[in-house]
């Protein structure tokens, strides 16, 4: 199992920058697949940004494409979203989670994660 922790969030005006990380308990989160999901109010969780074991491959939803990017250093358990030109729609609560571990090295399906940390909050206002 890993436990995850989440912190950064945040009140940010539009158009300004916010780094979130996500510190992972254990000695092998190299083997979990990991990724980013956001609510808010009112809306169902929508996943926001994925990234591979070894952090070669990642995946964006269209809306925050070119905005945010998601990384992770393996040597310190942690994963990464370095948010960009936030807008008022990007608040929410964000969400670290993990997919089982895995001995490949493909992104894990939307459906797949099963580990969750328990949010911090990003508000996008002025």
């Known amino acids: 199992q890993v436990q995850l922790v989440e912190s950064g969030g945040a009140l940010v005006q539009p158009g300004g920058s916010l780094t979130l990380s996500c510190a992972a308990s254990g000695r092998t989160f190299s083997l979990y697949p990991m990724g980013w999901f956001r609510q808010a109010p009112g809306k169902e969780r929508e996943v926001v940004a994925r990234?591979?074991?070894?952090?070669?491959?990642?995946s964006y939803a269209d809306s925050v494409k070119g905005r945010f990017t998601i990384s992770r250093d393996n040597a310190k358990n942690t994963v990464y979203l370095q948010m960009n030109s936030l807008k008022p729609e990007d608040t929410a609560v964000y969400v670290c989670?993990?997919?089982?571990?895995?001995?490949?090295?493909?992104?894990?399906?939307?459906?797949?994660?099963?580990?969750w940390g328990q949010g911090t909050q990003v508000t996008v206002s002025s």
């Open positions: 990234i591979n074991r070894s952090g070669t491959t990642t």
């Open positions: 989670a993990a997919a089982p571990a895995t001995s490949s090295n493909l992104l894990a399906s939307v459906w797949a994660y099963t580990y």
